[in-house]
């Protein structure tokens, strides 16, 4: 007996709704408690995204391969195989592996997203995409007013709550510019001005430089694609100029805008600053609504558009000549000398500094061209910016994320990431004739550009849902008539077992380290060892065990194995140098700490009168005429 149409419509509609459903809770997750780049919470959202986008393809949900598609889950899949592979000859397999693994992630959210766009108009996509920027920048402002809710204002002021890093929430609040645009342009006028008022406010306090810039660049590309432009122009300088206020307010309150206030100062300055949030947002609401009744006719909506775009060209051959004429300062600005660190206050707008980024470059450059067809190694630029540093900062990534693929792991890598961003903005410009792929579109590019000034990849706050949201762009939608869709069983275990090989991938480095920080004796070490046989923090545990138990001659075998596992790594020289200096062993403890120092002119091993002064002493009977060990700063050159 066959199943009713409406029973059929019932199935199609909760085939439609849980994978939907899925994506908006790993997406809502990840949004408010990835905990930064934190290896615990990537565990179990990415293992949550990566049972999901198994259960979708089980359910029938498979996108079609066509050109976008195709470029863009082949590519980013590919990345992730490439980026493990590059294991083999990473200079930290350690480091290589955790950065699969987030890779992994991104592409589980990414193929939960194909499979949702086959299903869901991109009206519902923007729609959805809305509500979350939304409850993000409530609770971001709302952090921000109550510090009961995040105490660590109190040090730094830049707003970045829920995902601890001010750079990560900015890149949302510009994908948000053209969502809130669309929906106040096409949906809901009042609704969607509030939303940007919310967006703009909470950009504005997280400093990004380029952040403001992408949202100006992005608000500019909605109004010259868009066919309503006076309205859009209407909503952007209602909320604009709303949001502009209450900064400017907020630049008056200390504890909102200042660091190292004390926790009366910053709950005194919150209210006054809440009630300063919300009378704006009740000003846009009602003028919005306001201006929605307003009927401008033709030939004045036309004069009111040349006047708009006369002011645009005028402000943008001004700020062409301004950057001609001060270009030389600017560069040197921008190339800032090594070490001169932006401070993270309101003061940054006025520089034009990269704050360390021109440097950092320049260092992943030099990794690449050293080994341009694998790289060192995914996630392994900590040891390049160790190596080649001439500064005591320290880089874990060099701010740019098509240039950290180039350096890590070679031109394939890169051209993989390449190819990902391709497809994805191919979907996007596939999708430019209906206003909300129009928004969407540019969500999806605001991720790819912002990546070339930041470490994006390291947070999967931003880059799951943005990856997300690009899968869905990309796909097809299935046609409305179309019917329920298929299981495929076969698929769906091949899936689910693989999604449950990622989460053990996913697990076994966390587990590591739960048991490192719990170990108390060499078998504990030796343990967090069998979960991560690249860890060389579990060998020096282990080691220095084995050493406290009376066995130096295993410590010293752990200590060499984990120089042979990273032997770029300036710590590894460093431990195994330690363990031969208090064996008297003058010689091979100068040998390892030289390596040290080779590998890191800032770390232990350049500390004046330290171990490694101490051993070249002990082993060549040699002492720098220039050493004075009463006095303070660094080693000479060994």
């Known amino acids: 007996m066959l199943p009713s149409a409406p029973v059929r419509a019932a199935a199609l509609r909760v085939g439609d709704i849980g994978p939907a459903a899925g994506a908006a809770a790993v997406a809502f997750c990840a949004l408010f408690f990835a905990g930064g780049s934190a290896s615990a919470p990537l565990l179990w959202i990415g293992g949550a995204a990566l049972v999901l986008a198994a259960l979708a393809l089980g359910l029938g949900h498979v996108p079609a391969l066509d050109g976008p598609t195709a470029l863009f889950f082949g590519c980013l899949v590919g990345l992730a195989v490439w980026a493990g592979l590059t294991t083999i000859w990473s200079i930290s397999p350690d480091r290589t592996w955790s950065y699969t693994n987030r890779t992994l992630v991104y592409a589980a959210f990414a193929l939960l997203g194909l499979s949702v766009g086959t299903r869901l108009s991109r009206n519902t996509l923007a729609g959805a995409a809305a509500s979350m920027l939304g409850l993000l920048v409530g609770w971001a402002l709302l952090a921000k007013c109550v510090p009961a809710l995040y105490g660590d204002y109190g040090r730094v002021a830049r707003l970045r709550a829920p995902l601890t890093y001010w750079n990560e929430l900015a890149l949302l609040c510009d994908a948000g510019v053209p969502i809130a645009l669309w929906l106040a342009v096409r949906a809901r006028r009042a609704t969607g001005a509030v939303l940007l008022y919310g967006l703009v406010l909470t950009l504005l306090l997280t400093y990004s430089r380029f952040g403001v810039v992408l949202a100006c660049l992005l608000a500019a590309a909605w109004v010259l694609l868009d066919r309503d432009r006076l309205e859009s122009l209407g909503v952007l300088a209602l909320s604009g100029s709303g949001a502009a206020a209450a900064f400017g307010v907020a630049l008056a309150l200390p504890g909102i805008t200042s660091d190292a206030q004390t926790r009366p100062v ?29 009927d401008v006719g033709p030939e004045r909506r036309k004069r009111i558009e040349r006047v708009a775009g006369l002011v645009a060209l005028v402000l943008a051959l001004a700020g062409l000549v301004v950057s001609i004429t ?21 003061q940054r707008f006025g520089s034009a500094s990269s704050s360390n980024r021109w440097r ?49 792991t070679g031109i394939v890598g890169f051209l993989l990431y390449l190819g990902t961003a391709a ?13 909300a792929g129009v928004a969407l579109g540019l969500a999806v590019a605001a991720f790819f550009a912002h990546g070339v000034v930041d470490k994006d990849w390291s947070y999967v706050a931003a880059c799951g849902p943005l990856l997300l949201l690009a899968g869905a762009l990309v796909a097809r939608r299935a046609p409305a008539a179309a019917a329920a869709p ?9 899936a689910v077992a693989f999604a449950l090989a990622g989460i053990y991938s996913l697990a076994a480095p966390w587990l590591a380290e739960r048991e490192l920080a719990s170990a108390a004796t060499a078998a504990d070490a030796k343990q967090a060892r069998a979960y991560d046989p690249f860890s060389v923090e579990a060998r020096w545990l282990e080691a220095a065990f084995e050493d406290a138990d009376g066995h130096p001659l295993r410590a010293a075998r752990l200590y060499r194995d984990a120089v042979d596992l990273e032997p770029e790594n300036a710590q590894t020289w460093y431990a195994l ?9 003058w010689q091979l403890a100068y040998e390892a700490l030289n390596n040290a120092y080779t ?40």
């Open 486 to 494: 298929r299981r495929r069983p076969l698929l769906a275990a091949c």
């Open 423 to 435: 497809g994805a903005l191919w979907g996007a410009w596939r999708a430019r004739k209906d206003p």
């Open 360 to 408: 950092w470059w320049g260092e992943a450059w030099h990794a690449f061209t050293r080994h341009p067809g694998g790289g060192t190694g995914a996630g392994t630029f900590e040891l390049t910016n160790q190596m080649l540093r001439d500064a005591p900062i320290v880089a874990d990534e060099p701010h740019n994320t098509p240039l950290q693929f180039a350096s890590e």
């Open 326 to 346: 001060f270009s030389g300062r600017f560069w040197r600005e921008f190339t800032n000398p090594a070490g001169s660190q932006i401070s993270s206050t309101t």
């Open 577 to 585: 140098g330690e363990f031969y200096f208090r064996y008297r062993a």
């Open 266 to 294: 910053r709950a005194h300055d919150g209210w006054v600053f809440a009630l300063v949030v919300l009378a704006g947002a009740g000003l846009v609401l009602v003028t919005a609504r306001q201006l929605s009744c307003l």
């Open 599 to 638: 590998y890191d002119r800032f770390g232990k091993a350049a500390e004046r009168c330290g171990l490694l002064d101490q051993a070249r002493s002990k082993a060549t009977g040699y002492t720098p005429p220039t050493l004075n060990c009463r006095g303070s700063g660094r080693s000479s050159s060994p």
